[in-house]
């Protein structure tokens, strides 16, 4: 007798550089995608095939670009993907590894999620203290329906090209394409959360079509907008 087919059935947030999955892990195919992925069970260890290798533990890391499969589990099970460059920030000896920063970031995230009103930064760092950069970040989300041009931002914040930039990254941790793009998947799939099709989520958000969406979006996370439209819950990390 053939096995179930089991789905993808949970919550979603993505902030600046970070997603935040809580729910079952679904069935997958193996597959490999850009943003680094934490898999913690939450109630016993929980298995995935890396690399080629089987691996079960409580907390599963899987590096940038790496193949992997998650084994698909009924029990409850939370997975942060996060933007590579954000695993580097930590200086300290305890955070000398991805994997420890990653940990770090999981931690921070799924302490604020237990919140009532769910309502945590999508910065990760509590917010931008730089006016500018605040300024900046108002006008990307203002005309994310549009090209974001580098000279734009500068300008607006009496900047160099170059500074701007230095300064962006410094703040953010992120370059302005990275922060770009994870704002704009943020507001696709925001928009296809509140009921919205495919194609206008995506055009809304500045991607070409539909098509550029679901291919970035797998890029990212290994899914399509398709394989979590009817069962995943896309939430809004500040909240309502």
């Not at 993808?8 to 999955?21: E, Q, S, T, V």
């Not at 206008?200 to 399509?224: E, K």
Request: hydrophobic share 40%; net charge neutral.
């Amino acid at each position: 007798m053939s096995r179930k087919t089991m789905k993808w059935a949970g919550g979603l947030a993505l902030g600046d550089g970070w997603a935040f999955y809580r729910g079952v892990a679904g069935d997958n195919s193996p597959h490999a995608h850009y943003a680094a992925q934490l898999i913690c069970g939450r109630s016993s260890p929980t298995s995935a095939i890396v690399d080629g290798d089987p691996v079960t533990n409580r907390i599963i890391f899987i590096p940038s670009n790496t193949r992997h499969q998650l084994a698909p589990r009924a029990e409850p099970i939370h997975i942060l993907y996060v933007e590579p460059a954000l695993l580097h920030i930590g200086d300290s000896e305890k955070l000398s590894t991805e994997r420890d920063c990653a940990i770090s970031l999981y931690e921070t995230i799924e302490q604020k999620s237990r919140r009532s009103d769910n309502d945590f930064d999508p910065s990760l760092f509590g917010g931008y203290d730089d006016a500018r950069i605040v300024a900046a970040i108002d006008l990307i989300e203002q005309g994310l329906d549009a090209p974001i041009r580098l000279e734009d931002l500068a300008f607006a914040c009496n900047l160099s090209k170059s500074r701007f930039a230095e300064l962006f990254r410094k703040t953010t941790q992120l370059s302005l394409r990275q922060f770009v793009l994870w704002q704009r998947l943020r507001r696709a799939m925001l928009a296809i959360g509140a009921g919205e099709s495919a194609t206008c989520a995506a055009h809304g958000a500045g991607f070409s079509d539909a098509a550029h969406f679901s291919r970035t979006l797998r890029n990212m996370f290994g899914v399509t907008p398709r394989d979590i439209m009817s069962t995943v819950a896309i939430e809004d990390p500040v909240g309502s």
